[in-house]
């Protein structure tokens, strides 16, 4: 089919391009603020005026048809395009005003962006931030954020990454748990204690069995997609987790599992698309997070009052 000789109504190529991304007209709603019925019409709209079906509607969900994975190419490279387009539009504004989206696991957004945010406000006033706490990789090359604090290297060649740091992590438990059960004496004892972690706990069984902890999946009783579900889940007492040490040498109900064991190590990397380097607004907002993240990370946390004193008082 000659696609390019139709006339498309943007609407309905956006709603037919989120349902091939998410995989239901459910999903494309969310990601686009709206609702199942508007996407299932602006998709029936757009085959109408194509003469062709490009989404199959099962009781299973919604699949591409061979036409509409031909169309999915073509809509792609409109979609860069029009994100190419905003970004050369956003480098003319030398305005230190607006709104900077960014992403961030939703335990890095409760923990350390409330204080981080708040030199922001007054530094920077004008700048709205809207924080998309997500465990998922949002895509900047799609605009879906425009600063992303990540834990790995992106790989893509139009990104502009910034190592500001690697943040400290322990196994801890609350003391109430460690009371109950007794607390281990050796990296052995640690793999007969129940765990809450993430939904594929094979991330942490290989560098805890590194570290000398025999783990098995059969630990994980608990295993929350949210990190701030797990970390109210070892406060609670469901069992032993890897947390940040800034969140665990504060918190006065838990405890460092095994005080000796060597703390791990996960960076923390500052990510944006290099066009946006040029904006005003995100070079502002992304300058204090590589800030003070880095003397979040860079701290040598020694007790609890130290850590508070540093979070809340020394950020300049």
Known sequence: MNWQAISFDWNQVRAFHATALEGSF???????????????????????????????????????????????????????????????????????????????????????????????????????????ESNGIQDLMLREADIAIRHARPDQSDLIATHVGD????????????????????????ADYDFVGIPDPERLIAPMNNMGIPLRSANFVMQPCSSMVTWEMVKSGHGISMLPAVLGEVETSVEKVLVDLPSMEFPIWLVTHRELQTSPRIRTVFDLLANYLGKIADARIEDASSLSSLLYNELP
């Open 26 to 132: 459910s999903a494309a709603a969310r990601a686009l603020d709206t609702t199942q019925p508007t996407i299932s019409r602006q998709i029936s709209a757009l085959e109408a005026s194509l003469s062709v079906t490009l989404v199959d509607r099962t009781v299973k969900g919604q699949t591409l048809t061979p036409a509409g994975q031909e169309l999915l190419a073509h809509v792609r490279s409109m979609s860069e395009a029009a994100t190419l387009l905003s970004m050369a539009a956003d480098r003319q504004s030398q305005d230190i005003t607006g709104e900077v989206v960014l992403t961030a696991t939703d335990l890095m957004a409760a923990a350390f962006l409330p204080v981080i945010l708040s030199k922001l406000r007054s530094q920077a006033p004008g700048i709205t931030i809207r924080i998309n």
């Open 167 to 190: 943040l400290r992590a322990n196994l801890y438990a609350s003391s109430d748990y460690l009371t109950r059960v007794g607390r281990p004496r050796t990296k052995e004892d640690v």
